[in-house]
């Protein structure tokens, strides 16, 4: 398999996670955001919204990190980012598609550099920007982690899930900003226990090969 990614990139990051974790070589193919290499006439080729990740699996092309982690958890079952049962399977894509759907859009590089560009909005404001829909966020995810965590270690049930997986990049991502995390102990301890897994730890963005 081959990942279009970028070490900062925390959608590029929850999929290398769900690589790792199912013991999957893959070659790292790094298109730099800031240098606009993702939108290069050759990778719109491949990937039309010029987002990453993309990942391309003998010559099949897929992008947006939940449909890749999902394919992966198809084609390679073990071991499972999802629970056997069918509102378990819901509970887990719930707390993830709140980072995915509505954390991660809000503070996403194209969105920040739209405020900062066209909008004119000054660097303090930008960061504000970002920490209030950290908090936000992150306020309702800590409830679901205490109503579904059994060992505070993973989100749910006390198995890894694919809410795990989008929970890391997020974490750290809050740490860059320097957000306020003390309200939410149970989402910085389960964060903790999973970066010090080898698959989390090898995905980290300073690990890649075009970390600069």
């Not at 006439?41 to 987002?51: D, I, R």
């Not at 920007?129 to 059994?150: N, P, V």
């Not at 795990?164 to 301890?189: K, M, W």
Request: proline residues 7%.
């Amino acid at each position: 398999m081959q990942l279009y990614t970028f070490w900062r990139s925390s959608a590029a990051f929850r999929v290398r996670i769900a690589l790792n974790l199912k013991g999957i070589r893959f070659e790292s193919i790094s298109k730099t955001l800031g240098k606009a290499a993702h939108r290069s006439a050759e990778y719109l080729a491949l990937n039309p919204q010029g987002l990453i990740p993309t990942l391309v699996d003998e010559g099949s092309v897929l992008s947006q990190s939940l449909a890749i982690i999902e394919y992966l958890d198809e084609t390679h079952p073990a071991p499972p980012f999802l629970p056997a049962d069918a509102l378990g399977r819901a509970t887990v894509r719930s707390m993830a598609q709140a980072i995915a759907c509505d954390i991660h859009p809000l503070n996403n590089l194209r969105v920040l550099n739209y405020l900062k560009g066209p909008l004119a909005h000054d660097e303090a404001t930008v960061t504000a920007w970002y920490r209030h829909w950290i908090a936000a966020g992150f306020t309702g995810l800590e409830e679901l982690a205490r109503r579904h965590s059994r060992d505070g270690r993973f989100l749910y049930a006390g198995e890894l899930s694919m809410a795990d997986i989008y929970l890391v990049p997020q974490v750290y991502n809050a740490r860059r900003f320097e957000c306020d995390l003390s309200p939410f102990p149970t989402l910085v301890a389960i964060s903790a226990a999973l970066e010090a897994r080898p698959a989390f730890e090898a995905a980290r963005p300073e690990a890649q090969p075009d970390a600069t």
